[in-house]
């Protein structure tokens, strides 16, 4: 593994079933990210992680929780997916949470919810 | 609501021309400004970063920052067909970035 590794890459799943996105990094980030990508929307920040064990909430929060229950892994949990989630999701990292930092970005997600 | 703004483009270039893209942003206090480019299909990878008033080089790309106008702009020199993409413009107050929707360069051969 090489920076940020999401997965699935791709997913078609039905409304209403529960989905996980998965986001691991080995540059030792502290913070980590999910963004949503929409056409014509730009990037919007679904939840962030500043450090293991804390959590915040984005611009985008609803229907969708995450944990950090350690410094390498922060997967993205959609409950009960609607079609309105149907997006690319990224998940980024940033050495520190300051500002200044410059973040990096996985591959991506892309997911469809029928 | 902290905002930036970015014209969506698509905005078009002749090969070897200057490529001038711009944004605006609402919350006076911010501190920190990146320009990301992101091909279509990929994810964003930074460009350039900022964080003073003036201008900042690198290679082909230079940087420019008003914070009293509240403006970062995003000079490409010699522009090539490779640099077509969208453009994102993306601000933070040591809080997470906050994206601009993105301006669609092409850059025509």
């Known amino acids: 593994i090489a920076g940020i590794t999401q997965a699935p890459t791709s997913q078609i799943l039905a409304a209403g079933r529960r989905m996980t996105l998965r986001c691991t990094q080995d540059m030792r980030h502290n913070a980590m990210y999910w963004y949503r990508q929409d056409l014509g929307l730009g990037l919007r920040l679904i939840h962030y992680?500043?450090?293991?064990?804390?959590?915040g909430k984005g611009e985008v929060p609803d229907g969708y929780s995450v944990s950090r229950a350690n410094t390498d892994d922060f997967p993205l949990t959609l409950a009960s997916a609607v079609p309105s989630q149907t997006s690319v999701y990224f998940c980024?990292?940033?050495?520190?949470?300051?500002?200044?930092?410059?973040?990096?970005f996985g591959a991506g997600s892309r997911l469809t919810v029928l | 609501q902290k905002e930036v703004e970015q014209n969506s483009g698509p905005l078009s270039v002749p090969e070897g021309a200057i490529a001038s893209l711009n944004c605006t942003y609402s919350?006076?206090?911010?501190?920190?400004f990146f320009w990301y480019r992101q091909y279509s299909g990929k994810s964003p990878e930074l460009i350039m970063s900022i964080y003073s008033n003036g201008d900042k080089e690198d290679g082909r790309f230079t940087a420019q920052l008003n914070k009293a106008s509240q403006y970062v702009s995003l000079l490409i020199r010699d522009s090539q067909p490779s640099d077509s993409a969208t453009y994102l413009c993306a601000v933070s107050r040591n809080t997470p970035l906050v994206f601009g929707k993105g301006t669609r360069l092409s850059v025509i051969a």
């Open positions: 992680s500043n450090t293991a064990g804390t959590t």
């Open positions: 919350d006076r206090g911010s501190q920190s």
């Open positions: 980024a990292s940033a050495i520190q949470a300051t500002g200044a930092n410059v973040l990096t």
